[in-house]
């Protein structure tokens, strides 16, 4: 059982950046490949970044490449996802997810585990 809270989120300029932060509890984080994932009002939710267990395996949705970075630290039981040059397309509530799966994937329904997520707005 893996449990996950985000944090970070919040109300930001365009061209502006976050950092968002999700803890997880347990002793076996390091065996997860983890994602992030953004839903708006009325939309489904979509893919926005993953990486694998070690962290050298990134992938990134299109519409995020090159302005986001997804990382992790095993250590402290933490997944981030720096967001740079951020636009009002972006607001979000965006949440991270566990996977089982040792490649990375971006379908939602291939994720055992979700955080409650959290609000981040960019103003224009």
């Known amino acids: 059982q893996v449990q996950l809270v985000e944090s970070g989120g919040g109300l930001v300029q365009a061209g502006g950046s976050l950092r968002l932060s999700c803890a997880a509890s347990g002793r076996t984080f390091s065996s997860y490949a983890m994602g992030w994932f953004r839903q708006t009002p009325g939309k489904e939710r979509e893919f926005v970044a993953a990486?694998?267990?070690?962290?050298?395996?990134?992938y990134y949705a299109d519409s995020v490449k090159g302005r986001f970075t997804i990382s992790r630290d095993n250590a402290k039981n933490t997944v981030y996802l720096q967001m740079n040059s951020l636009k009002p397309e972006d607001t979000a509530v965006y949440y991270c997810a566990a996977t089982a799966k040792v490649a990375l994937t971006m379908y939602e329904y291939e994720y055992n585990y979700w955080g409650q997520g959290t609000q981040v707005t960019v103003s224009s």
């Open positions: 990486i694998n267990w070690s962290g050298r395996a990134t």
